[in-house]
């Protein structure tokens, strides 16, 4: 079966400090990667997504950056992180065919203080 | 792709069914609805999606009407477990990028 692993759970971080976080998939190859933000209470925001090793797309403008170094492997990353970063972040694959649900990870808990 | 609309909340007594339901009138002829929901601080989990049919899985089925323009999912006996956010999203087949999860339904089962 295919399962989804991201880390850390929760991170607390100072402005202007650099930021990574990663997701990784088992069980499948060259899925479909994204990444989502959400704020309190709102919906899910996509950032980027990936169809292959090296291929991001980017949903906004952003002070984040994307990257795909293996198939199975994604990484979200910023620089310096600002106060707006803050927020849930939540990695999810998808089989890369039509019609195909997504698969969310457990999310990470930034917080930019 | 087509937007959708629902109510912000609904409480559902345990052990009845939910009935949740979602607009979708702008809805393209090969847009599928799907169903997600959203448990206090974790990730999304997939329930459910159909295109016209209804569908019915372990988890929940779906009514989808003969327009298309909304559609209904429905937990058969609901528990305590099952409050959540509920998303309903039209999306094209393998449009990725266009998949946008809206504030939801948030659903209270009350005991």
């Known amino acids: 079966s295919q399962t989804i692993h991201q880390w850390p759970a929760t991170l607390v971080q100072p402005v202007g400090s650099p930021l990574s976080l990663e997701c990784t998939v088992e069980?499948?190859?060259?899925?479909?990667l994204y990444w989502y933000r959400q704020a309190a209470g709102r919906g899910l925001q996509l950032l980027f997504y990936s169809v292959g090793i090296g291929q991001i797309s980017s949903e906004v403008p952003q002070n984040l950056s994307a990257s795909r170094p293996q198939d199975r492997q994604f990484i979200l990353s910023s620089k310096k992180l600002l106060l707006s970063d803050s927020g849930f972040y939540l990695c999810?694959?998808?089989?890369?065919?039509?019609?195909?649900?997504?698969?969310f990870g457990d999310g990470t808990r930034l917080s930019i203080l | 792709d087509a937007k959708t609309t629902q109510p912000p909340s609904m409480d559902c007594a345990e052990g009845r069914a939910a009935n949740l339901p979602c607009n979708h009138s702008t809805i393209s002829g090969n847009e599928y609805v799907y169903w997600y929901r959203q448990i206090h601080s974790q990730g999304p989990q997939y329930i459910i999606h159909?295109?016209?049919n209804n569908e019915t899985n372990e988890m929940a089925s779906l009514i989808i009407t003969e327009d298309r323009k909304s559609s209904t999912l429905i937990l058969p006996h609901a528990t305590l477990r099952d409050t959540a956010v509920y998303y309903c999203?039209?999306?094209?087949?393998?449009?990725?990028?266009?998949?946008?999860f809206g504030p939801g339904t948030s659903l209270s089962v009350i005991p």
């Open positions: 999810a694959w998808s089989r890369n065919r039509g019609n195909q649900p997504q698969h």
């Open positions: 999203i039209v999306t094209y087949p393998a449009s990725y990028d266009k998949v946008i």
């Open positions: 159909g295109l016209k």
């Open positions: 069980g499948t190859s060259n899925p479909n």
